[in-house]
């Protein structure tokens, strides 16, 4: 590939709402696409539309990350085309309501999209993308991974895990000419809510960003060079204070022995055995 060629961006989830912003946006930038989702009809109008405004070329690919067999065709596509050089892992759908009456087969479909097909498609790209020593990982996840008691915990969770491999992702490609950014999105306006059953309608507008700007955000991160980019915090101190508490645990979390506070005395014991 010419070195002075951005190259093709893979982006999951293209069909609507962050990826299509992600897609268009990239296209400006000078990447040709690879447009990965389930509405081939949707993909294709974007497909045409980023052709005739960017003259970047934008292949369409039609998969059903639920499907095994699709995922295994798009880590395949990740692992033979050299010419990519960033994976956007955005494809994803929430859950609304309470996680005990939740339905047991929806929550195993979004643990697959937003855990499974990431991680697959992660791993497929990544040793390409340190054999060239070039490449770039987008991971989407959201706030959601720092604030589980906001919304249906399940959710949250695989966000959680999406950030939690973007950390050590990064950690163990950094010297390698490979960067990993993980993007933190409040509230953002797109159909992910209503097909979570969630109007978004009803969410307070104050906590509500508009995709073209959340997107726009993100991508000031990257080039800012940020592991992690949380587009709606106002003071990155905050952020930086909390990451900060979290490393001065890390060496104290495992040791040989108990915490004083839980060791027992014959007084504990007489209280919890009468
Ligand atoms: N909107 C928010 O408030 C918000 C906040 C934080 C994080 N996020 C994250 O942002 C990402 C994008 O969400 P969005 O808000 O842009 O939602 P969206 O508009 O509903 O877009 C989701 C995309 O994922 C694709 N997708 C869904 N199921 C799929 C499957 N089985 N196989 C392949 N593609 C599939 C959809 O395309 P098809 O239906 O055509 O397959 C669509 O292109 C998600 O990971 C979400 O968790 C969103």
Request: charged share 20%; glycine share 8%.
């Amino acid at each position: 590939m010419n070195p002075n060629s951005k190259g093709t961006a893979l982006i999951t989830g293209a069909s609507s709402g962050i990826g299509a912003v992600y897609a268009d946006r990239l296209a400006k930038r000078g990447y040709d696409l690879i447009l990965v989702a389930r509405s081939e009809d949707r993909l294709k109008a974007l497909s045409a539309r980023l052709a005739e405004e960017t003259g970047r070329s934008a292949e369409v690919v039609v998969a059903d990350l639920n499907e095994r067999a699709d995922l295994a065709r798009i880590e395949q596509v990740l692992r033979s085309d050299a010419s990519i050089t960033v994976l956007v892992n955005n494809a994803g759908i929430g859950m609304s309501g309470d996680l005990a009456g939740a339905d047991p087969d929806r929550l195993e479909s979004m643990i697959q999209l937003n855990v499974l097909a990431p991680s697959r498609l992660a791993l497929a790209a990544i040793p390409g993308f340190v054999a060239r020593g070039r490449g770039t990982l987008i991971n989407i996840s959201s706030v959601l991974a720092l604030a589980p008691e906001r919304f249906n915990g399940s959710y949250s969770g695989t966000k959680a895990y999406l950030l939690n491999l973007s950390l050590r992702l990064q950690q163990e490609v950094a010297t390698k000419g490979v960067r990993v950014q993980v993007v933190l999105p409040g509230a953002t306006r797109t159909p992910i809510w209503e097909k979570a059953g969630t109007d978004i309608a009803s969410l307070p507008p104050s906590i509500v960003m508009d995709v073209d700007e959340m997107v726009d955000a993100a991508l000031v991160g990257l080039d800012r060079g940020e592991t992690v980019t949380i587009p709606s915090l106002p003071d990155i101190a905050d952020w930086e204070a909390y990451e900060a508490a979290r490393q001065n645990m890390i060496p104290k979390l495992s040791l040989s022995t108990p915490a004083v506070r839980y060791r027992a005395t014959a007084a504990s014991a007489m209280r919890a055995h009468g």
